[in-house]
């Protein structure tokens, strides 16, 4: 019924189950929620950006709608959704001015392909926006929130439009002649193709971490690059 057979390779995304379970080494999904694997990733690789990969290709295509040509601030570029959109806004033609924190992000915004790239928490957002877009920035997919936030919708020119997935906190205030919109990811067979095409198209690099422990103290450092993969023997 839904193009799948036994023993294919298959990745999801889905958040129905109560009880958790992102430690779990199986778990069982429903059919329309599941994608074909990409042939360009390892099993641990696409179990990590199923969440991801949707997240950071909705809000650039479905959302943000970027075309060759228009300006883009990916805010919070370094993490595991921003380090996808920014190669995803890339692969549509699309400029991009990425906020992240410390040298490291910083190099990794760059190295992934960031036009430009300013520190969101020692930078002068406002300046390095108006030197990247005189006119004013078409576009904000905000994957963090907060004052840093402020002034990169702040930087916006009028008409612009935000996207940023429920659970950015605080969410951004509304603004006059602004478009701001929150959404969650969507998976089905056919989101997963798309997300499929564009990791192909896109040649995506992915960095993964392993070791649980060492990996939590980095998420509770708040300080995380790209996306942490647990991988259960």
Not at 137 to 153: F, N, Y
Request: net charge neutral; glycine share 12%; proline share 5%.
């Amino acid at each position: 019924m839904h193009g799948f057979k036994v023993g294919e390779n298959v990745y999801s995304y889905s958040w129905d189950n109560p009880q958790g379970g992102f430690y779990a080494q199986y778990v069982a999904v429903p059919a329309e929620r599941v994608g074909h694997m990409p042939m360009q990733l390892t099993m641990q690789q696409a179990g990590a950006i199923a969440t991801t990969g949707l997240t950071a290709l909705q809000g650039i295509d479905n959302f943000l709608k970027l075309k060759s040509g228009q300006s883009v601030i990916i805010h919070g570029a370094s993490g595991g959704v921003g380090t996808l959109a920014i190669q995803f806004a890339k692969l549509r033609g699309a400029r991009v001015l990425a906020t992240a924190s410390g040298a490291d992000g910083f190099a990794l915004a760059k190295k992934l392909g960031a036009d430009a790239v300013v520190d969101a928490r020692s930078g002068n957002i406002t300046a390095a926006a108006h030197d990247f877009a005189p006119g004013g920035v078409d576009a904000v997919l905000a994957l963090v929130g907060g004052d840093a936030l402020e002034r990169c919708i702040a930087a916006l020119h009028p008409g612009g439009r935000v996207a940023f997935p429920h659970g950015v906190s605080p969410p951004p205030h509304s603004r006059s002649g602004i478009t701001i919109a929150g959404y969650n990811a969507v998976a089905s067979p056919v989101e997963f193709s798309h997300l499929n095409a564009a990791i192909a198209a896109s040649h995506l690099q992915v960095y993964p971490l392993a070791q649980a422990a060492q990996a939590q103290r980095r998420v509770e450092t708040g300080h995380v690059l790209g996306k942490v993969i647990l991988q259960i023997e």
